[in-house]
């Protein structure tokens, strides 16, 4: 495959004002008309170059040119392009092509989802529709009828306004769309079929009405109205928190079961995987619920940041995926607790992007070339673009943002811009300069920080030293000093906040500040510092960066008790317990005994008994750092130590604290009794510290926790507690009541995909011995196909990337069995099968033999056969 360049970047040599598009569905085949009405772009110059149209897998049946129907000799054909020779500036494409849904397996272009047909063009999709100019520069005001067989296909759907409708005389009927919003083609959706929808209301801000609809199978009527809930809020919350009104009368949100996303903002009619979008409380847990109300928000508010203002070509994505990552994250704080949705994002974040910053596939969050876009709809582009967002609003303060926010808008509606536009906005609303800050954008790789202190008590001051350095990534080995937002407070000795002046300013202001760290070493000294203090450092996680400052023990734990940052009490917590795990792990790895630092213990006892903790705080310091955090900040991974450590230290805290934990557990379960299932912050809070609870008690192995467990397993209302007693059963040595309870769930929930897929997802996590033989056993059941991206990643996703102690097994069958499903995948669907690839690119982390293990089965890959550019792009970079 090729490799593309951002720097080879060109405008492009004709526009498409309009595009008519024209879809007859059918069982065999469907056919696509389009006309294009199209101009040379003037940006470009005079003169008339060859007109080149993207488009793949297409049966061409005619193409004519202002009426002159073309023949073989009038253009070029390839497998990916279509080559003509216009003769005037201002000319009308008229293609018809033949297409073939039914067998599209990559789930790419138009395909059959079950019964329907639906569609998914980003990024490079359409080009499977028609021939067409298939990038986001390319911007046009799309009109589309859909034709198809009435009884099978009674809602026919395309983006924008309904116009006109009717039928034909052979059973047939036909629908007419037209957006008046001109749109690349990444954004156009078509859907046919059986569906049923509920419907709403939305008042916009400016008193327009708009019908809201969601379309589903009938079966899952009753799974939308959270979505529903969720999308109204979301539209209230753009309106308040960035001024942005929804533009056309009609939105509509389809649930489709065989998607490769979660979902997608098409203009007007999004298309969601229906585990983005379905939920209620007796199939879906809490943290279901969050997720669908972040999806929805997330595609919602794209219609502004993606759609209004797109990008002008594929490195730009985080241009809209970052800040509207940034943006539902914003929407999800203020619906439910900010601090715990931060610790979550920071959580996921450090886990599993700073992994991919540092591993073969490292890129920039505007990346420099790809040979397959697909492969960089991925973390760094998504969850640390939306950091670089986050950190531009914490240098210029909420109200600066907004005013950047408000001119980006302003200034770029209707265009296809650059992150360089963006920055731009943000500096020309707050009369700053980003220049160097714009490193975050070119620069890959996890910077770290170091912090050192000095207190210097007779002139009482304190002085901060930073050094940051960030290691090299594939094809850059020197990085220029990164801007580095350090949100950080002084704490005195009963923790209160102290008085910040820094040498050279005329008086204190506040007791926390931002400090903006751009050079390589750099000191900060502090004054009228009265004692030695304790810094809080790096509150709410204000950067995306490894921080290091010598903290003790007792400091990390004075920290987790007196910090006045939520996030930070959380993250002393969590140095604490892998300073303690890292402990652990040494005496397994020298055969010593192991034995737990009791701080570990009393600090978390503190935490249990502490009534006044909202309780979602509660349950996340009681979560210990997990596996694939503590891999990722080893520099050789020993996953055996790691697993055992852990499973150790959750052992003994379970010991020590059974009596705390059984009360809350206690208390929480008969208050989860009492009442129904609501989707609330403080429902989700109570049902997360009991879960956890739970999780621990159970590892004590007492015949009350198994009956409690039981017991909640029969009783819950609701899909958080009953899976969540099914995982404690799974994970426990009961076997009897694991294999009962495994089998009245099948039996319970054998007809809803979504719940089967947690089913198999709580057995592919299972540490316990024999995990890859489980795995193969499941994929022989009725409810598994691997031609479904949801059940792959239930499946095979769950177990190669959660279940660390049987993916490392150490004879490689697992990483042998995983490059067989990436083989399999390759020849079905290229993007699932990359994605899964992601555990094998990380061998460098793993010990020799395994690297060696791991190694050979990504040489396998690469011979194995005709590879797609998805999987050749990983593998060959991951072997580089
Ligand atoms: N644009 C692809 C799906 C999403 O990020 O919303
Ligand atoms: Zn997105």
Redesign the pocket.
Known sequence: PRTIYLKDYQAPDYLIDETHLTFELHEDRTLVHAQLVMRRNPARGSGLPPLVLDGQQLELLSIRLNDRELGAHDYLLDDRHLTLQPDSAEFVIDSSVCIHPESNTALEGLYKSGKMFCTQC?AEGFRKITYYLDRPDVMSKFTTTVSADRQRYPVLLSNGNPITSGSEDNGRHWATWEDPFRKPAYLFALVAGDLWCVEDQFTTMSQREVALRIYVEPENLDKCQHAMDSLKRAMRWDEEAYGREYDLDIFMIVAVNDFN?????NKGLNIFNSSAVLAKAETATDAAHQRVEA?VA??YF?NWS?NRVTCRDWFQLSL??GF?VFRDAGFSADMNSPTVKRIEDVAYLRTHQFAEDAGPMAHSVRPDAYMEISNF?TLTV?EKGAEVVRMIQTLLGAEGFRKGSDLYFQRHDGQAVTCDDFVKAMEDANGVDLAQFKRWYSQAGTPRLEVGSAYDAEAKTLTLTFRQLCPPSPGQAHKEPFVIPVDLALLDGQGRELPLRLAGEAAASGTSRVLAVNEAEQSFTFVDIPEQPLPSLLRGFSAPVKLSFPYSRDQLMFLMQHDSDGFNRWEAGQQLAVQVLQELIGQRQRGEPMVLDRRLVAALKSVLENDGLDQAMVAEMLSLPGEAYLIEISEVADVDAIHAAREFARRELAEALFEPLWQRYQANRQASRQSAYVATAEHFARRSLQNIALSYLMLSEKPEVLEAAQEQYREADNMTERLAALAVLVNSPFEEAKAEGLALFADRFKDDPLVMDQWFSVQAGCPLPGGLERVRALMQHPAFTIKNPNKVRALIGAFANQNHANFHRDDGESYRFLADQVIMLNALNPQIAARQLAPLTRWRKYDLSRQALMKAELERILVSGSLSSDVYEVVSKSLA
């Open positions: 980003e996303m979660g979902a997608m903002e999806i997330h595609e794209h993606g809209k995926e509207t709809y998504y």
